[in-house]
């Protein structure tokens, strides 16, 4: 989307012009997807936080005051809030339990690998979380990053390396506990 037609369609959202709501949608709805079902863990729960966190953005469409670029960020921004509180909602004691313990196999390396990954990831926080999502799989910008956390892209730059190498040694503490993983 053109910026300069992207800063029209947010002025346009900012006065409650419901058509330009939804060409917005249109534009960022994907990512969004994405980016909570990574949060929250399935597509059903992901659909649902992304359509509160939509209506959030547009019951608070007079409370952004940023440019068209930091638009993107802003609906991030909301869509973590909410993922996040869903998230915290649907923990169980249980939760902690890791899906190693139901899926890694020696027989089965691919989900294996899988269940490693998810396992070391849930043990991460929230935020490391977040600038792994948003950095590496969401490929956006530590600028950007860095609104939705509400961070500087500095900050952003240093969490992200620290979140990977925690990602990394928790990667090798669970395989020291299942040898058999690749």
Not at 23 to 49: C, K, P, Q
Not at 58 to 75: D, K, M, N, V
Not at 111 to 125: G, K, P
Request: aromatic share 8%; charged share 25%.
């Amino acid at each position: 989307m053109h910026l300069s037609y992207e800063h029209r369609l947010v002025e346009r959202f900012q006065l409650g012009d419901h058509k330009a709501m939804e060409l917005l949608v249109d534009h960022y709805i994907d990512g969004l997807l994405r980016f909570v079902m990574r949060i929250v863990g399935s597509r059903e729960d992901a659909e649902d936080v992304v359509q509160d966190a939509l209506i959030k953005s547009f019951e608070r469409a007079y409370q952004f005051r940023g440019t068209p670029a930091s638009f993107g960020a802003w609906l991030y921004a909301i869509a973590r809030s909410t993922a996040l509180d869903r998230r915290r909602q649907l923990r169980f004691p249980f939760a902690q339990m890791t899906l190693i313990d139901d899926i890694a196999t020696p027989t089965n390396p691919q989900s294996n690998l899988h269940a490693l990954l998810w396992s070391a990831f849930e043990r991460l926080s929230d935020d490391d979380q977040a600038v792994l999502i948003l950095c590496d799989a969401e490929e956006m910008s530590h600028a950007d990053v860095g609104i939705i956390l509400e961070r500087s892209a500095a900050a952003i730059s240093s969490q992200l390396y620290r979140a990977r190498r925690r990602l990394r040694d928790e990667m090798a503490h669970v395989k020291e506990v299942i040898p058999w993983i690749a």
